[in-house]
């Protein structure tokens, strides 16, 4: 059988593991690699190789590209305030303090999150910083080059440059985890006549950190992401005027309904229990009840939680004072000096800036290039073919953490995926069974259902909380009696989706603290309770 886990070495001794980047995928990759000796696991030595001089992937903002390399990672400008929310967007188990943030918080709280994580599992001594992996190359016996169908045997070599290396270094890998993130690689279409023709500014949302040099002029975004919108209104104050145009529109929430964070309204019991469409309904209504109806020059095409909705109080007010004008159209070209046509044959005249919200490449430059394609993909296809968005169908012992998309924060996602790499290696479905599901989805959608995505990502481990688990005697009874039992049980199906709801019960579970994050969360309490305090080792 073949496993989606990673295994011991020869001979039992230590497995060595590469993991790619220290952003939050690749810090909640290592904490869970150095886990699983502790917990009677696979011992495993980690080296995490990050290129740039500090953890924390996006969340370690950039004013500008590094001026040595011309990089540029982070797409996070000033104004970002999480548009997730902060009882579910902490790793399970390591809450986010409610004590020093708001129900959202800005992207320097969370870097400084990061940097509290990092120290709290002293991730520190594994990470390599400044160290840019340059190419990892599967090393396996089969005439072709490929690894064999059951190639649990490939290891990697991994060549990396750090700081004081003169010439690039290899090692030899078990493993390797790629946690590089998507959203670096700015990717702009291919617009007829840009190049030509417009003599305006033309930029990716990427590049963007703040409205103050936009003032008085004339902007015209186009995408209508989260970015999009963000930036939309951020300069709504001080430009002259402001266009949003989208080929397919979008959602748009507010951050609080009915004075609760909005994802308060859409958890476990909403996504598992209620059929997919009559959740949808309701949550639709709510919505409508609170904002009026959506704009029919905004309305999408799916359904609300069909795709990752944005979140943005202001924006429908934009939308309905004429600030913000939606175009809903596609780009056609570029004419003339300044002027942008669109689809529908409207012009957009006098244009100083455009703003290319248009999102990003995936691309793994330093794997193989065909490590998106199943073995049946055509070999030009474009999609990302991977087993639930972490296990290729052509290569062994390589995983990707933090790849998907979900309605929802990331950290819980990119930890279920860390430990589903680490699960019982008697859990891997076999070769047969992967190649029947593995689905192709366009490159640019990774988007997965958000409750269920990791409730089936850790079903192997036994830590997805059911009903079941739930009433069992060993959860019911623990932390003060059957009443407070019953609250967690209630809490998991019908408060605001804690991500401490996966360390309840299974391989990795740390009960304690799970429940009390989970009762103090969905109590609202403005800080942590002195236990949580004590299990977290906090004065
Ligand atoms: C504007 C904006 C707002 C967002 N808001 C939210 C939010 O509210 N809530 C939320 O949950 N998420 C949000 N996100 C999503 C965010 O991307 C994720 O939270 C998170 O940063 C993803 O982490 P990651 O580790 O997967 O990738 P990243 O954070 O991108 O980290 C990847 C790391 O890999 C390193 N790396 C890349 N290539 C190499 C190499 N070859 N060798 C060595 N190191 C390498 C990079 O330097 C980087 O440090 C937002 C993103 C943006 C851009």
């Known amino acids: ?54 953890i924390g992937g996006q969340w370690a903002y950039q004013a500008e590209p590094d001026p040595v390399t011309g990089e540029l990672h982070s797409s ?62 599967p090393n396996c016996n089969s005439s072709d080059g490929k690894p064999e169908e059951n190639g649990q045997d490939t290891t990697w070599t991994v060549t990396f440059q750090g700081p004081n290396d003169k010439q690039p270094q290899e090692r030899t890998y078990d493993a390797v985890i790629s946690a590089i993130g998507y959203n670096t690689i700015p990717l702009v279409p291919d617009f007829k006549g840009l190049k030509e023709n417009f003599k305006g500014e033309f930029m990716h949302g990427h590049y963007y950190r703040r409205p103050g040099r936009f003032e008085g002029k004339r902007v015209a975004i186009i995408g209508a992401g989260s970015s999009a919108i963000d930036i939309a209104c951020e300069l709504v104050p001080g430009c002259r005027e402001v266009h949003l145009v989208t080929r397919r529109g979008t959602w748009i929430l507010p951050r609080y309904v009915l004075g609760k964070p909005v994802e308060a309204w859409d958890n476990r019991a909403t996504q598992i229990w209620m059929p997919g469409r009559l959740g949808e309904w309701l949550q639709q209504k709510l919505l409508d009840a609170v ?20 979140i943005r109080t202001e924006f429908l007010e934009r939308v309905h004072t004429g600030l913000v004008k939606i175009h809903r159209a596609d780009v056609e070209g570029f004419e003339g000096d300044h002027s942008l046509v669109l689809s529908d044959g409207t012009r957009l ?60 924060p990331a950290p819980p996602a990119a930890e279920a ?18 190649r029947a599901n593995f689905v192709a989805s366009p490159r640019h959608n990774n988007t997965e259902t958000y409750v269920p995505y990791i409730d089936n990502l850790l079903a192997p481990l036994g830590a997805n909380p059911t009903m079941g688990r739930l009433l069992a005697p060993r959860l ?64």
């Open 476 to 539: 019911l009874f623990r932390n003060g009696g059957f009443l407070t039992g019953l609250r967690n049980l209630s809490a998991v199906y019908f408060d605001v989706t804690s991500n401490a709801q996966w360390r309840l019960c299974g391989r990795g579970a740390n009960p304690e603290l799970a429940v009390e994050t989970i009762l103090r969360t969905a109590r609202g309490d403005k800080e942590f309770s002195k236990r949580e305090k004590e299990l977290l080792g906090i004065k």
């Open 76 to 137: 996070i400008y000033d104004g970002v305030v999480l548009n997730s929310c902060r009882d579910t967007t902490g790793f399970s188990d390591f809450p986010v303090d409610p004590a020093r943030h708001g129900d959202y918080f800005s992207h320097w709280q969370m870097h400084q999150y990061l940097l509290e994580y990092a120290d709290h599992f002293n991730l520190h001594p594994h990470i390599r910083l400044s160290t840019k992996i340059l190419r990892c190359v």
């Open 417 to 434: 995926a860390a430990r589903y790499v680490l699960s019982d290696k008697r859990s891997g479905p076999s070769g047969e069974w992967r």
């Open 349 to 408: 005249e006098d244009l100083d800036v455009i703003i290319s919200c248009t999102g990003y490449h995936r691309d793994q430059p330093h794997l193989p290039a065909d490590v998106f394609r199943g073995d049946d993909d055509e070999e030009s296809g474009d999609g990302i073919n991977l087993y639930k968005m972490i296990v290729p169908q052509r290569y062994r012992n390589l995983y990707f953490v933090g790849l998907s998309e979900q309605p929802g």
């Open 291 to 310: 904002q009026g109806a959506h704009p029919d020059s905004l309305k999408p095409e799916h359904r609300l939680m069909q795709q990752n909705p944005t």
């Open 1 to 54: 059988m073949e496993s989606a886990s990673i295994e011991p070495g020869k001979n039992g001794q230590k497995k060595r593991v590469a993991i790619i980047g220290a952003g939050l995928s690749g810090l909640v990759a290592c904490k869970e690699c150095l886990a699983e000796g502790a917990d009677g696991g696979v011992e495993i030595a980690a080296d995490v190789f990050e290129a740039r001089a500090e």
